[in-house]
């Protein structure tokens, strides 16, 4: 199965700070990896998708970039609403996986 | 708009059954992979499957084969996830998502709510 390592864990921004999470992939997946948002006792929300692609709606501060096996997800500017869950997954090869998740807040 | 609209918590006792549902609205049902996703409490994701609900075809993660089963009613646009033989390890939040095609690949984009199921005697 592909490894998806996620970083940081967890992580403590402020209010317009910039802020980045990383996926590295143990194989190569090219650009199908997705970045979903989930807010608490809420269901993920598609946020980046095919690693650079902003998904509709999706506030244009959140970013998507790769280089080669890493994968991160920027926010340009914290807001408040963006304390949430963030997860990524690889959708190359069966079993799709996850990353294990990085908790953002607010410092 | 896509909208997954699934069924409510479940308490089930180990070594039972239980089947949850995730009705479809606002596409073609038959047209687009159903995904299912378990998350433990304070875990990560983990993918289960999906089914093709246009002819029933289905692909699993190996982890849950025997403990998960796939299955789609086009009459009434809603897809099933039955497990078996429960322990407190499948207690989580079950999730179904719609697929979205990306070159080449489906990936599961548009979720439902999510399904409690808690396992306990």
């Known amino acids: 199965d592909i490894q998806m390592t996620q970083s940081p864990s967890s992580l403590s921004a402020s209010l317009g700070d910039r802020v980045t999470i990383t996926c590295r992939a143990s194989?190569?997946?090219?650009?199908?990896l997705t970045w979903f948002q989930q807010k608490p006792g809420k269901s993920p929300r598609r946020m980046i998708y095919?690693?650079?692609n902003l998904a509709a709606g999706v506030p244009s501060r959140f970013s998507g970039s790769r280089s080669g096996s890493d994968y991160s997800l920027t926010i340009s500017s914290l807001e408040s609403e963006d304390v949430a869950d963030y997860h990524c997954?690889?959708?190359?090869?069966?079993?799709?996986?996850f990353g294990s998740g990085t908790k953002l807040e607010i410092k | 708009q896509v909208q997954l609209q699934q069924s409510g918590a479940e308490l089930v006792k180990p070594g039972s059954s239980v089947k949850i549902s995730c009705k479809a609205s606002?596409?073609?049902?038959?047209?687009?992979?159903m995904h299912w996703i378990k998350q433990q409490p304070g875990n990560g994701l983990e993918w289960i499957g999906w089914i093709y609900p246009g002819n029933g075809n289905t692909k699993y993660n190996q982890k849950f084969n025997g403990k998960a089963t796939l299955t789609a009613d086009k009459s009434s646009s809603t897809a099933y996830m039955q497990l078996s033989s429960l322990t407190s390890e499948d207690s989580a939040v079950y999730f179904c998502?719609?697929?979205?095609?990306?070159?080449?690949?489906?990936?599961?984009?548009?979720w439902g709510q999510g399904v409690m199921v808690t396992v306990s005697s």
């Open positions: 194989q190569d997946i090219g650009n199908y």
């Open positions: 606002g596409y073609t049902f038959t047209s687009y992979d």
């Open positions: 997954l690889q959708s190359i090869q069966y079993p799709f996986t």
């Open positions: 095919g690693a650079t």
């Open positions: 998502a719609r697929a979205t095609y990306y070159d080449g690949t489906y990936y599961p984009s548009y």
